[in-house]
């Protein structure tokens, strides 16, 4: 059975930094690419940070610059740095990993098929 658990949320003030954290097990993900969603309450849940099995890495224009994706496949687990936060960055986080390959965009939810149970991030200004 695939698990993801996320790890590493809590309360942080405006500027400062988290580090999340995603471990996996049942299988492992090093060929898949892997991706962090998130989702503030009343919006829809929306591409964050993503990175593919190459290790090449893509972002949202709204993180891009202040969060930092990376993995370690000898883990299984992937990470999500978050650094000059904002009270707008306020969200459950989620972990997401890829089964099949699909011609699906990386920042699109639907390409994902396993997914965390998520981890509360809020920021206060």
């Known amino acids: 059975q695939v698990q993801l658990v996320e790890s590493g949320g809590g309360l942080v003030q405006s500027g400062g930094s988290l580090r999340l954290s995603c471990a996996a097990s049942?299988?492992?993900?090093?060929?898949?690419?892997m991706g962090w969603f998130r989702q503030a309450p009343g919006k829809e849940r929306e591409f964050v940070a993503a990175?593919?099995?190459?290790?090449?890495?893509y972002y949202a224009d709204s993180v891009r610059g202040r969060f930092t994706i990376s993995r370690d496949n000898a883990k299984n687990t992937l990470y999500l740095q978050m650094n000059s936060l904002k009270p707008e960055d306020t969200a459950v986080y989620y972990c997401a990993a890829q089964g099949p390959v699909r011609r699906t965009p990386i920042f699109s939810p639907s390409r994902y098929d396993y997914w965390g149970q998520g981890t509360q991030v809020t920021v206060s200004s």
């Open positions: 990175i593919d099995w190459v290790g090449a890495t």
């Open positions: 049942g299988r492992t993900f090093s060929s898949s690419s």
